[in-house]
């Protein structure tokens, strides 16, 4: 049985890649030179950026640091991590005050140079996420009982999932209602939204 501060941290992931998803088709409008939803991508890089930091990225700190306790040779890779948690940080909350100053004047198209901002952060939030599904998570697994891990002293609670937040729920409905997570620009659309799995109207 895993342990359910990993089952947790997966389903994070989960949702992290299907707000990702969203992030990339909406740089992928922008960068067909349509306006995309701003004030979408402002509560995206706040969500992607803030919620980890609250509680994801805490936990995942403590947990790397009893792995590298007991696996040294680990320990490069999780500072490696450590780091992108840093930079996750950093380039997300920059990008949400872009975002909230494109919105002030929505019929601008996004800057080069704040696409390929969050085109990096997307990058960087991409491989994170594969990374420690791959490598981190799978090694805290192998190595702690599923007992162990859930004994630990976390520092917060597990007691609250975080799709109750009110951040993501107001979200989850803003990209549900307006079927947002299916655009791709140029009118067209994608086949499912990877978040609430929503349909075109003409699918069946």
């Known amino acids: 049985m895993r342990a359910i501060v990993l089952e ?12 990702i998803c ?12 349509e306006i995309p939803d701003y004030r979408l991508l402002a509560r995206l890089f706040h969500y ?20 590298a306790a007991r ?18 940080a950093r380039y997300g909350r920059e990008l949400e005050e872009r975002m909230q100053h494109a919105d002030a004047t ?18 960087l939030y991409h491989h994170h996420l594969h990374t420690e599904d791959h490598r981190a998570l ?30 993501f729920q107001e ?4 990209i549900a209602e307006n079927r947002t997570g299916l655009r791709l620009g140029h009118d067209e659309q994608a086949d499912f939204c990877p978040l609430c799995d929503a349909r075109p109207a003409h699918s069946s």
């Open 8 to 19: 947790r941290l997966h389903a994070d992931h989960h949702r992290y890649q299907a707000l």
């Open 22 to 33: 969203i992030l990339d088709r909406q740089l992928h409008i922008a960068a067909c030179d």
């Open 48 to 67: 992607l950026t803030h919620q980890p930091e609250e509680w994801h990225h805490r936990v995942e700190d403590r947990l790397f640091a009893r792995l």
């Open 71 to 88: 696996l040294p040779e680990s320990r490069e890779l999780l500072e490696v991590l450590t780091e992108e948690h840093r930079r996750i």
């Open 106 to 123: 929505p019929e601008e198209g996004l800057d080069l140079n704040v696409l390929n901002l969050a085109r990096a952060f997307s990058e």
């Open 138 to 167: 799978p090694l805290l697994e192998a190595h702690f009982p599923a007992a162990e891990l859930d004994d630990l002293d976390l520092g917060v609670s597990l007691a609250s999932p975080a799709e109750g937040s009110p951040s």
């Open 171 to 174: 979200l989850y409905r803003r």
